[in-house]
C-alpha cells in the first residue's frame, strides 16, 4: 500500500460546482497534514494546512479523520483560477514530508 | 526578495557529464530537500538535509551527491548524468520536522528542468 494515495482525477467541473477531493494515508503516526496546490510546470505551493477540528479558508475546506486516515478538501464555487493538481501531503514527525501523486482539477466555463 | 531560488532554471547536458543544480535560502530554515519530479511518479525525495553538514538519503539518492557547508546553500550533484536523471527538479526548505506545523511547510524553489542527451 503507496504512503499516501489520492484518486489522480481529472476532474473536469463547471464554474460554481462544488468539488471534493480524498486522500488516504498508511502510517498512524503520521503528525501533520497538508494540501499544496502546484500549476503546469510550476512549482508546488501551500494551500492550506489541516487541523484535527477540520479548518475552512474562504472556498476551501479540509478536514482530517486519523481514525480512517483519511484527508479531504472541499472546493466550493469553483472558480477558473482553481484548475491546477491537488497534492496531498502529510508527515511524521522528525521524517521528510510524503507526498501524494496529485488530483488534477480542470474547471470549465 | 527574501526566498528559496534555484539555478539554472534551465540545463541541457550529455550523458556522463557532471551536473550541479544550485540552491539558495534566504530564511535560515534548518531544513532543505531536493526532490525529482517525473510524470507517474510525483515528487519523490532524492536527499534531505537537517543543518549544515548533516544529510540524509531519501527515497531515490542513487546517482547524485549533495553537500551543505553552509546553511543557506545545498546544491545537488549529478556525478555521471544518465538520461534517466532527464527530470524537474525541486528545492526546499522548512524550519523544523516535528512539533508545530507552521513550523514543517516547507517552501518550494521554482525548479531546474534538467534534460540529458
Known amino acids: 500500500r503507496k504512503e499516501v494515495e489520492q484518486d489522480p482525477g481529472p476532474f473536469n467541473v463547471p464554474e460554481g460546482a462544488t468539488v471534493a477531493f480524498n486522500c488516504t494515508y498508511s502510517n498512524s503516526a503520521s503528525q501533520s497534514f497538508f494540501w499544496y496546490r502546484q500549476d503546469c510546470r510550476k512549482e508546488p505551493k501551500l494551500l492550506m494546512s489541516v487541523y484535527s477540528s477540520g479548518n475552512e479558508d474562504g472556498r476551501f475546506t479540509a478536514q482530517l479523520n486519523r481514525a480512517s486516515q483519511y484527508i479531504s478538501l472541499l472546493i466550493r464555487d469553483s472558480k477558473l483560477s482553481d484548475s491546477a493538481t491537488y497534492l496531498c501531503v502529510v508527515n511524521q514527525a522528525g521524517t521528510a514530508l510524503i507526498f501524494g501523486k496529485g488530483t488534477t482539477l480542470s474547471v470549465s466555463s | 526578495d527574501a526566498g528559496i531560488t534555484q539555478s539554472p532554471r534551465y540545463k541541457i547536458t550529455e550523458t556522463g557529464r557532471q551536473v550541479t543544480l544550485m540552491c539558495h535560502q534566504t530564511w535560515s530554515h534548518s531544513y532543505m530537500f531536493w526532490y525529482r519530479q517525473d510524470l507517474g511518479h510525483g515528487l519523490r525525495l532524492i536527499y534531505y538535509s537537517a543543518a549544515a553538514d548533516i544529510t540524509d538519503k531519501g527515497e531515490v539518492p542513487d546517482g547524485y551527491v549533495v553537500s551543505r557547508s553552509k546553511t543557506e546553500n545545498f546544491p545537488l550533484t549529478l556525478e555521471s548524468a544518465t538520461r534517466s536523471q532527464t527530470s524537474v527538479y525541486f528545492c526546499?526548505?522548512?524550519?523544523?520536522?516535528?512539533?508545530?506545523?507552521?513550523?514543517?511547510?516547507?517552501?518550494f524553489g521554482a525548479g531546474t528542468r534538467l534534460s540529458v542527451l
Open positions: 526546499a526548505s522548512s524550519e523544523r520536522l516535528a512539533g508545530d506545523i507552521a513550523k514543517n511547510i516547507q517552501y
